[in-house]
Nanobody
Framework: QVQLVESGGGLVQAGGSLRLSCAAS????????MGWFRQAPGKEREFVAG????????SYADSVKGRFTISRDNAKNTVYQQMNSLEPEDTTVYYC?????????????????WGQGTQVTVSS
């Protein structure tokens, strides 16, 4: 079992930046692909970004491409999401997720491990 704890959410004005962190514990972090998801009230959880277990490959949802960057530091057991040029539409709860294996998934049902989420609010 791997435990995930997100941090770094908050309130920011449109055009601003935030950096989310997700600290992992309990298993060998480098054995897990990682993903960031978000979920607005009444909506399905959607894929935001994913990174392979080595950090060599990443993928992004079209809505965040060019604005968000996912990265990981396996020595610190942490995955990050740098979010720039934030828009009010980015307001929601963000979750990190872990899946055992090399490659990330875009479907949330493929991730057995989830953090508790961190709220991001972007004011206009």
């Amino acid at each position: 079992q791997v435990q995930l704890v997100e941090s770094g959410g908050g309130l920011v004005q449109a055009g601003g930046s935030l950096r989310l962190s997700c600290a992992a514990s309990g298993r060998i972090f480098s054995n897990y692909a990682m993903g960031w998801f978000r979920q607005a009230p009444g909506k399905e959880r959607e894929f935001v970004a994913g990174v392979t277990w080595s950090g060599s490959s990443t993928s992004y949802a079209d809505s965040v491409k060019g604005r968000f960057t996912i990265s990981r530091d396996n020595a610190k057991n942490t995955v990050y999401q740098q979010m720039n040029s934030l828009e009010p539409e980015d307001t929601t709860v963000y979750y990190c997720a872990a899946a055992l294996g090399r490659y990330y998934f875009t479907a949330p049902q493929n991730y057995p491990h989830w953090g508790q989420g961190t709220q991001v609010t972007v004011s206009s």
